[in-house]
């Protein structure tokens, strides 16, 4: 069976101090296999990515994994993914969960989850692509962040038309509805593989 849309979710392979966290994860993963998605993500099975991953699977989704070489025992691959590919280096890994996904979203995580993030929104604003990207602010997580990218905007090294690039939301559903919706309103074909 065909997934009506595919999501890439960035996310931390720790499940940091809350457990409003872990919940959270789980509610996006259940949002996407109770909708019949596909997650996208790094294929671990620890942390928020393994939360995301089993909630995805359990809800009927599919699961697609992307690791590369160096990280499978470290990361604890998901043999459970209905897709695992592994891959050689960092940028084939975050280039291909580009081209799998109709949409992206970051769940709290720490640098890794952070590159990610930008890297993509940046991949946007030149115009490599025009899927949707969100941020899920669980608890509060992202508020120095989106703090301090207004300060950016304001000190003149961003413009405000780069923060309408990316949505922002504090519950799951409203946020992955709207990505969702936004996805379906743009051509499933895009210009990464291209260009990466």
Known sequence: MTP???ICVYCGSRPGERPEFTAVAQAV????GERGGQLVYGGG???LMGAVAEATREAGGRVVG????ALVDKELANRLSDE???VDTMHERKAMMGERADAFLALPGGIGTFEELFEIWTWRQLGYHDKPIGILNAGGYYDGMLAFLAESVRAGFMNDWQMTLVRTGTDAT???????EEAR????????????
Do not use: C, M, N, Y
Not at 29 to 32: A, D, E, L, N, S
Not at 174 to 180: I, K, T
């Open 185 to 196: 309103q743009h051509p499933k074909g895009d210009k990464l593989a291209e260009v990466l």
């Open 66 to 69: 992307i690791i590369p070489k």
């Open 29 to 32: 993963g259940r949002w996407i």
């Open 45 to 47: 099975r620890t942390g």
């Open 84 to 86: 695992l590919h592994v």
């Open 174 to 180: 409203p946020l992955l509805e709207a990505l969702a």
């Open 4 to 6: 009506s849309f595919s």
